[in-house]
């Protein structure tokens, strides 16, 4: 999981449940980070009891090192209040929390994505998206799950075709998409 | 997503919900088509508005120079009749839903396999297949949904044993498989 | 599918339902073998007659020259007894259905992981690990499967670290991992 290259610019981090993908995203900017810390914007609220287990295992294995802002909605606003000149590279996990949080408050999903993915190419800073690949199973029952299946498919689309990079994590090793 | 390849052969193009695979495959025979377009033969059926919306996407942003054929079960009638000299590359759009509508005739699903297995190596004119890939996921508790991921699963094997190129898309990304 | 280099050390290979994992997993280890077959190790219990008739045709499928250890617990104790100098590779086919054993039998499951990872740098033979990548698809409903899903997320993980190859199966064309 060793990255040499400087980061910059925009990069793409998909994977499945419990696959590394946001270990690998850390690392990515430890490494390339001149404090070895990073902005991290946690976009996941802790609704019940496994999500703040979750939520604090995350913070514990991130360190001191790291500024961390809870946003569950105005993403684009905290993207925005970071993209500060010579701002530490910020890390986003995950869009598909993000998205969660949109449709359970009733969001227009759509309009939310178009003022991502018009932020997203005039940010100056590095910024590494997390967000789950939703979409190798068989078609869900429930109709709120296959809508949001589609928008997290169609934000992978987009999202992909802005970063510099896509990568897909698999058992914790990064496979190059893009 | 470009292509400079001629376009030649078979080739299965797997992807998840949302993941761009029909764009890229209609790219892949928009970029070789000597007119720039083909013959789509849809198998999906319209039940329902979900569906009919779904449908009629596509066909906008294919646009006016694809001849789609329309077959939801007689996936290799269609196919032998498109197989002339120098007519248009295939795309077959999708698999999955062809298997489904199977399913749903309560058809002999290996005996339409061997069917389309043995068609396939004796076609003259290029053909995409897209296909979804559904096999990642938790087992589904419904039997239905069990016995297609097996079904869907089968029939990629076969498939791409049979493609000269096989391509997962992952966020409208291709990574190739063979 | 073929496999030119010699089989050695920890093989993990990952794949979806039906995506021909177990297959590509048993010809690595005929193509290797001296006697062309190996060890079998199966984890998979015939509770219903859908799991009896796929371990049948698993069975057929590899033939004579396999001997088969049926275990669907104590995975460790049967790698342990075929860690002998000189003996031949063994196939664990697969961690997920041991899993599933584990959960259904109430054992304490980072145990039984520890246990195994410990274990594994220790083996003098050629070992493949097959798997079922189960976490690419909508979170379930289910807790119970959302626990099996974490657990087997984990799990990969370790284990793709420990491992000197990482295989994604996909429609039976193996992908390099690591």
């Not at 610019?9 to 995203?25: D, T």
């Not at 996990?93 to 939310?112: F, G, K, S, V, Y």
């Amino acid at each position: 999981m060793t990255h040499t290259e400087p980061l910059a610019g925009i990069h793409l981090i998909l994977g499945g449940a419990r696959s590394g993908k946001s270990r690998f995203a850390e690392n990515l900017i430890t490494q390339a980070g001149q404090a070895g810390g990073g902005t991290y914007i946690a976009t996941g609220r802790a609704w019940d009891a496994e999500m703040t287990n979750r939520i604090d295992l995350h913070k514990q294995t991130r360190g001191d090192l790291w500024h961390t802002i809870e946003e569950p909605l105005d993403l684009c606003a905290a993207l925005h209040a970071c993209n500060q000149p010579g701002a530490q590279p910020v890390l986003v996990d995950c869009l598909t929390l993000w998205l969660t949080n949109l449709m359970l408050e009733d969001r227009d999903i759509e309009a939310e994505f178009d003022h991502l993915c018009d932020l997203v190419p005039t940010l100056d800073i590095p910024v590494v998206f997390v967000s789950n690949e939703v979409g190798f199973g068989i078609v869900p029952e429930n109709a709120m799950a296959r809508a949001f299946r589609d928008h997290a498919g169609r934000l992978h689309q987009r999202m992909a075709e802005l970063a510099g990079r896509v990568t897909l994590v698999v058992a914790g090793i990064p496979m190059q998409v893009k």
